[in-house]
């Protein structure tokens, strides 16, 4: 079966970086739209970044200029690259794949990654 595995989570200080890391099994990602969700406690589960099949990515408004979602389809592994980091971005971020045809959002989301935990405090 489909697996999504994350790496790269963990506890940094506001203003730091961390780079996550998605390595993909039984799927190839070049077919789907890969994407990086994240869920805080008490929140619902909102799209951080994603990028297509083609190459175009996208954004949420709270970590444009910030944040940088990449892929590497020889590899099947997709990163997000996540740099002056808040607070406000503590959450379980979750690895996605879905459809390239279908809107960005989690009911189009065909696979999902366990999640990683991303902790942002001094």
């Known amino acids: 079966q489909v697996q999504l595995v994350e790496s790269g989570g963990g506890l940094v200080q506001p203003g730091g970086s961390l780079r996550l890391s998605c390595a993909g099994s039984?799927?190839?990602?070049?077919?789907?739209?890969m994407g990086w969700y994240r869920q805080a406690p008490g929140k619902q589960r909102e799209l951080v970044a994603g990028i297509s099949s083609g190459g175009t990515t996208k954004y949420a408004d709270s970590v444009k200029g910030r944040f940088t979602i990449s892929g590497d389809n020889a590899r099947n592994t997709v990163y997000l690259q996540m740099n002056s980091l808040k607070a406000e971005d503590t959450a379980v971020y979750y690895c996605?794949?879905?459809?390239?045809?279908?809107?960005?959002?989690?009911?189009?989301?065909?696979?999902w990654g366990q999640g990683t935990q991303v902790t942002v405090s001094s």
């Open positions: 996605s794949a879905q459809s390239p045809f279908t809107a960005w959002g989690p009911t189009a989301v065909l696979y």
């Open positions: 039984r799927i190839i990602f070049s077919l789907y739209a």
